[in-house]
């Protein structure tokens, strides 16, 4: 991967790193202080934050460092993990990501500062690259339905098996092969274990294991962990035993070996999960990269995590948008599918891309490659008298070499390539795309073969052969070039509204800057090629990154320590939770199960607190917003022997500082309770108070929001949890790593580390901040919102504020008495918001009817200028409609978005002006993103969701639904 060499220095002394985060400067903190009548930043937070929780000391954090220092800083740390090529396998590999996709995803804030496509009008791009992702997948597993990303294999093996027990009622136990990756065993004990499901690991036969048990889930790894292949026949006898038996089979499988052998759909799996790190995406130590899962026709409501479907638009245009949403853990809370919110977007993108760039022929060649590169190794080991202990495989070779593995893989290493330790006895080679003759040679070096290679034999894919079709849609033949790839990409990144356009005011997710200097340092190859499971002597630079990453988290926080395993926030709620669950169980406190959470709370945490065996209570909030103290009394009354927790978000999702927060945790804590803070919120906090000292025992952070990973379009995310000292024992752990507690709750994700990666960013974000610089973005961000807040409030409510009349850093707006009046929604706002060049709000979370709006400190009084502005405007809209000017059913505020399509036609009908429809913040000059040359058109009108949904269609359409 690129090498950025940074120029040493220091840069401008005078203007550190920290006023190039916060967007206004002096001057304009002033003019906004002055607005919210507050004399100054440090008034403004005495008067809104509860002066019992608030700390004076500052953070013990290194001084500030810039933007060149911290360049070189991770560069050096880059520069001490030893990536070697990585051999190892066990679901990672070796893969090439095209530097076309590299530089112009990867790399690309259009397509790493996207926010989750909840406007799908203004995220068409993204939305094509995932129902692209889709597509790949569902044809290469010979499924009918794939969705939109998971986490990782481990987990979406575990969600497989969710899905099969929910849509199963015959069985008890879940069959895993002996051969599926320890990880993914491992994963789906700590989640079968909280959900009381029996795991059954087949040690011998699985054929025997079915008939032995009663199983209502069957997984099968293929090709195995060892490298095993095992033929379709089979499989298929396999899949019929389980069916036979009642159950459903699940395939474990690598997406690359499926465009050689029979695909899971064709044998008889019902589901098919797996990784597709392998298709262009770095191996990153552990991630990120996006899980995926294809199901049989029958099982598509039942997926978890998102799915794009395809819909139309008012103008009968085919367009994207997230289908059957109400699977969702934001709709359906405890009662979802999964708690996955997050996922692995702009990994899926990557992945999607990377099929849609090398095409059926191109991918079938370089598995090809790769198929003959390991059998030609096999071969010439054969021949040399080593047992070769696998006759049929696709990349992975296991040899027996009794007594000798380790001196084999210590030779390997020492010729630059990482081979598997599988025991004393044994080594795994895996070849992955990366591996050149130069890695070939090294390992056939480290077996002492002479270098010649010699005949090649037959393959050894026997009685697997694939024989269908792939990809045959018109999309995947049709950027072969690099030119047709980059237009591709630019084409679609165009349709999309990022924050390399405007501002996404978005509530409870933190879209602040995601700056340059914090995203290069990820493509650094040190920190982009290691594997997993290298050794720990060549993985030093990450050791020591993640080392002083989680001190200070554990620092800004006052939590004893920090797990970074977690992949996203929700991943987060379930360690914490199963921390809790596993500290009561260790006091002998086994009916500790019922988790309280306020009416308010996201909606990961009901789903997260079902995952982790609980039962979830809910408790009410009062008039202004906060937590129902009475209501605690009560329901703590109620379950006070069965208490095992309480999630709260702090600041609450109304976006207020509860003054209540230190008796809330009092009294569930003398109620035998634990507290869970959802630290999702921490921007509000920052340097400021810290829930460990407040009275929380557990926290999760979003790093993907306070600390500066990009939002991706929906991931990747990074959610640590933080646990005060009780709790340390019981932290994540992982079979192949020695992470974590002494009596840790197993792995919440398939990587010891999580997605390891993308944790640069968040490094050098609090490096480059310091305590001073953390401290003062909180400032600015409760600025900002106040700011908002104050502007607006003469034109629509804001719904609660606490301590002076104050939010917090994010600010709800009331529309329910306007859509009374007028008949405009929400969602009619929302989408007119287009039209001025804006992201909307969050929508209707967590009030029904309402637009919660974060500003966050990146944006400058210009831009929160702009955007109160077109809010106010669009009041004076919606006041035309009310006052009869305009129709309810005929006015910009209904018929927005405005395509460029729409004000073009000859036919305008409307009551108001083509210019009001498409520039309502006037033609000429005008900020980025607004009025005049540098509007964004959306590509499409408003999107029918229902329809969608009712005709469901989640792979690529025929070329022939975009024509009118
Ligand atoms: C974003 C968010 C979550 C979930 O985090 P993910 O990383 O999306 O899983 C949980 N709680 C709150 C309050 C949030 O804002």
Same mark, same amino acid.
């Given at each position: 991967m690129t090498d950025h060499s940074t120029v040493a220095g220091t840069g401008d002394p005078d203007r550190p790193f920290r006023d190039r985060h916060i967007g206004p400067d002096q001057a304009e903190s002033a003019v906004m202080l002055a607005a919210i009548g507050q004399p100054s930043l440090d008034a403004l937070v005495a008067a809104s934050l509860? *002066?019992?929780?608030? *700390?004076r000391a500052p953070l013990d954090l290194p001084p500030a460092l810039s933007e060149a220092e911290v360049a070189v800083r991770l560069r050096t740390l880059a520069e001490q993990n030893q990536p070697l090529t990585a051999m190892i396998g066990l679901g990672y590999h070796g893969t090439v990501t095209p530097p076309v996709i590299r530089r112009n995803v990867l790399e690309d804030p259009a397509w790493y500062t996207a926010y989750t496509p909840y406007q799908p009008e203004i995220s068409q791009g993204r939305l094509e690259a995932l129902i692209n992702f889709q597509t790949a997948v569902a044809d290469l597993t010979g499924l009918a339905t794939a969705g939109a990303s998971l986490l990782d294999e481990g987990t979406a093996v575990a969600e497989a098996i969710t899905l099969a027990r929910r849509t199963n009622r015959s069985g008890s136990v879940v069959i895993l092969d002996a051969d599926t990756l320890p990880q993914t065993i491992a994963v789906v004990r700590t989640r079968a274990e909280a959900a009381g499901l029996d795991v059954v690991v087949a040690e011998a036969d699985l054929a025997a294991a079915i008939a032995a048990h009663d199983p209502f889930a069957v997984v099968v790894q293929t090709p195995g962990a060892s490298g095993r292949l095992a033929d379709t026949e089979e499989l298929r006898a396999l899949a019929d035993a389980a069916h036979a038996a009642g159950a459903q089979v699940i395939a474990a499988c690598d997406l690359l070996a499926l465009t050689l052998i029979t695909p899971p759909g064709e044998w008889g799996a019902d589901i098919a999960v797996g990784s597709s790190q392998r298709f262009g995406v770095p191996l990153f130590y552990g991630g990120p990269h996006a899980g995926f899962m294809a199901v049989r026709s029958g099982l598509e409501r039942q997926l978890p995590g998102r799915l794009v479907g395809l819909s139309k638009d008012t103008a009968g245009t085919s367009a994207y948008r997230l289908a059957l949403q109400t699977r969702e853990q934001h709709i359906r809370r405890e009662k979802a599918t999964s708690n996955i919110c997050t996922a692995q977007v702009l990994l899926a993108v990557v992945a999607g891309m990377y099929a849609v760039y090398h095409g059926p022929d191109g991918l079938r060649s370089i598995a090809g490659t790769v198929h003959r590169n390991a059998a030609a190794l096999a071969d010439d080991l054969g021949r040399a008298g080593f047992e070769v202990v696998h006759r049929s495989f696709f990349d992975t070779v296991l040899v027996r070499v009794p007594g000798h593995a380790a001196r084999v893989v210590e030779a390997a290493r020492r010729h630059g390539v990482h081979l598997r330790l599988v025991d004393h006895d044994q080594v795994g080679i895996s070849v992955g795309e990366d591996a050149d003759t130069g890695a070939l040679r090294a390992v056939r070096t480290a077996f002492g073969l002479d270098n010649a290679p010699g005949q090649t034999g037959p393959d050894r894919l026997a009685g697997s052969h694939r024989t269908s079709d792939f990809l045959t849609h018109p999309v995947f033949h049709s950027s072969h070039s690099e030119t047709g790839m980059l237009r591709y990409l630019r084409a679609l990144s165009d349709r999309d509204f990022a924050l390399d356009r405007g501002m996404i005011p978005l509530g409870s997710c933190t879209m602040k800057l995601n700056a340059t200097a914090e995203m290069e340092p990820i493509s650094l190859p040190g920190f982009a090629n290691l594997h997993p499971f290298a050794p720990v002597a060549d993985a030093q630079g990450y050791a020591t990154m993640i080392n002083e990453l989680e001190t200070w988290l554990a620092e800004i926080t006052g939590y004893a320590k920090v797990s970074v395993q977690p992949n996203a926030g929700s991943q987060g709620e379930l360690a914490g939770l199963l921390t809790i669950r596993a500290y009561h169980d260790a006091r002998g406190d086994h009916d500790r199960r019922v988790c309280l959470i306020p009416s308010s709370a996201h909606g990961t945490n009901a789903a997260s607190a079902a995952m982790a065996g609980m039962k979830v209570v809910v408790v009410g909030a009062t008039t202004d917003g906060s937590v129902d103290l009475n209501d605690l009394r009560t329901k703590i009354d109620k379950h006070r022997d069965q208490l095992a927790a309480i999630m709260v978000t702090y600041p609450s999702t109304h976006g207020v500082f509860e003054e209540g927060i230190a008796e809330l945790c009092a009294l569930v804590h003398d109620a035998g309770g634990q507290v869970y803070v959802d630290g999702a919120n921490l921007n509000a906090l920052l340097g400021l108070a810290r829930p460990g000292r407040f009275g929380a025992d557990v926290s999760h952070l979003n790093l993907h929001k306070t600390f500066c990973i990009p939002h991706g379009g929906g991931g990747p995310g990074v959610g640590p949890i933080g646990v005060g000292a009780h709790l340390v024992p019981y932290l994540p752990t992982h079979p192949l790593s020695e992470? #974590? $507690?002494?009596? #840790?709750? @197993?792995?919440?994700? &398939? &990587?010891?580390? #999580?997605? &390891? $990666?993308?944790l640069p960013i968040s490094y050098a974000y609090i490096a480059m901040m310091g305590a001073d610089g953390l401290t003062s973005a909180t400032q600015h961000a409760l600025l900002a919102a106040n700011y908002v807040a104050a502007r607006l409030h003469d034109h629509y409510p804001v719904l609660y504020t606490g301590r002076g009349g104050l939010v917090a850093h994010e600010c709800i707006i009331d529309l329910r008495p306007l859509t009374k009046a007028s008949k405009i929604t929400v969602d009619d706002v929302a989408k007119r918001l287009i039209d001025y060049g804006f992201h909307a709000p969050t929508m209707s979370f967590p009030v029904a009817g309402t637009l919660m709006v974060e500003p966050t400190e990146s944006e400058d009084l210009a831009e929160l200028d702009r955007f109160c502005q077109a809010m106010i405007d669009i009041r004076a809209e919606i006041a035309r409609v009310e006052a009869g000017e305009w129709p309810a059913d005929d006015n910009p505020l209904v018929n927005a978005p405005h395509t460029q399509g729409a004000v073009i036609d000859d036919e305008w009908t409307h009551p108001y002006s083509r210019k009001t429809a498409a520039f309502p913040a006037g033609?000429? =000059? @005008?900020?980025? =993103? @607004? #009025? $005049?040359?540098?509007k964004y058109w959306p590509p499409v009108g408003r999107i029918d969701g229902g329809y969608g949904d009712r005709n469901l269609v989640c792979s690529c359409p025929p070329p022939e639904a975009y024509e009118d």
């Open positions: 509860p *002066e019992s929780i608030r *700390e992470v #974590g $507690g002494d009596h #840790g709750i @197993g792995p919440i994700s &398939a &990587a010891p580390y #999580g997605s &390891a $990666g993308i033609l000429h =000059g @005008g900020p980025i =993103g @607004g #009025g $005049g040359r540098d």
